[in-house]
C-alpha cells in the first residue's frame, strides 16, 4: 500500500510530465529543470501555460532558489502560476511579498485504476470523439479557450493549442484529446496524460451556454474510461475545493493540497 506521500509524488511527477510535454512539439516553449523546481516558460504571457513546480517544499527557504521562482516572469512581465505541493503557512506571505498571491487550493486526488467502474453516459445528440485530426484539435482549442471567456488569456490559450494542433501533438500516445460534440457543435473537452505509474485527467471544460445539461459529466466518465483502459495503477487529478466533493463521490481519494499562487494583479 502507498503511502499518501508517495502518491502525492506521483500526481506530482505526472503533472510535471504534463505541463513540460507540450515543448516536444513546440520548441519556442522553454523548460529549466534541477532537483529542486521545474519552470515552464510558453513564451506566451498567459499564466495557463507559465508554470514553476517547487518539487521540494524545503527548497524554498534557499534564497537563491526563491529568488530564482519569483523574479523569473515578474521581470518579464509575464503572469505566471507557482505550484506547491504540501505548502506550510510560512511560504504564503514570502509568496505575496514577491508579488505571487494565493489564487487557489487544489486537491491532489486518486483511484486505483482498477476499482473504476466505467460509466457511459448518453445523452440524445451527444457524442464523444478521440482528436485524431487538425479540424478535431481546432475543435478542443476552441472549447478549452471558451471557459476564459472574452480575455487576452483565451486568445493566447486558443493560440497555444492551435499551434499544438499544427504540430499534429494528437497523433502521440502519451496525451490524448477528447471532444464532445452536441447536433455536432463543439460543446465539452478533456485530456488524459499517462506516465508509467498514472493516468491523468486534465482540462475537463463545458461551454458556458451548454452547462448543466450532463455534458460535462459524461466527458469525465469517458476520461476515466479510458484511465482503465490504460492500465496504469492509478488514476489521478487535481481538484478545486469546490469540485472535489463531485469527485470523492465517484471514488476519489484526497492524498495532498496544492497551492497555486499567481502574479497577474501583481503585474
Known amino acids: 500500500m502507498e503511502t499518501n506521500n508517495k502518491i502525492s509524488e506521483i500526481i506530482q511527477k505526472n503533472f510535471i510530465s504534463k505541463i513540460s510535454y507540450f515543448s516536444k512539439y513546440n520548441s519556442e516553449i522553454k523548460i529549466s529543470e534541477n532537483s529542486d523546481f521545474m519552470r515552464v516558460d510558453s513564451m506566451l504571457p498567459s499564466d495557463t501555460f507559465n508554470i514553476c513546480v517547487l518539487k521540494n517544499k524545503n527548497s524554498l527557504e534557499k534564497v537563491e532558489v526563491f529568488q530564482e521562482i519569483t523574479e523569473y516572469f515578474n521581470k518579464k512581465s509575464f503572469p505566471a502560476a507557482v505550484w506547491l ?121 463545458v461551454k458556458e451556454d451548454c452547462r448543466k445539461k450532463g455534458f460535462g459529466s459524461a466527458m469525465f466518465a469517458h476520461l476515466m474510461g479510458e484511465a482503465k483502459k490504460n492500465n496504469t495503477k492509478y488514476c489521478i487529478l487535481q481538484a478545486s475545493s469546490d469540485g472535489a466533493g463531485i469527485y470523492r463521490k465517484m471514488g476519489f481519494t484526497d492524498v495532498c493540497d496544492i497551492d497555486v499562487y499567481e502574479n497577474r494583479d501583481f503585474l
Open 85 to 205: 505541493w504540501n505548502d506550510n503557512c510560512a511560504s504564503k506571505e514570502r509568496m505575496e511579498e514577491s508579488g505571487f498571491g494565493l489564487s487557489e487550493i487544489e486537491k491532489g486526488m486518486y483511484i486505483d485504476t482498477c476499482k473504476i467502474k466505467e460509466k457511459d453516459l448518453k445523452y440524445e445528440g451527444f457524442t464523444i470523439e478521440k482528436v485524431s485530426s487538425g479540424k478535431q484539435m481546432e475543435d478542443f482549442s476552441k472549447v478549452i479557450a471558451s471557459i476564459f471567456g472574452e480575455t487576452e488569456e483565451a486568445h493566447y490559450v486558443k493560440r497555444q493549442y492551435d499551434i499544438l494542433g499544427q504540430k499534429k501533438i494528437y497523433t502521440d500516445t502519451e496525451m490524448t484529446f477528447f471532444v464532445g460534440y452536441f447536433d455536432g457543435t463543439p460543446v465539452s473537452c478533456g485530456t488524459v496524460y499517462v506516465t508509467e505509474e498514472s493516468t491523468g485527467i486534465y482540462d475537463v471544460a
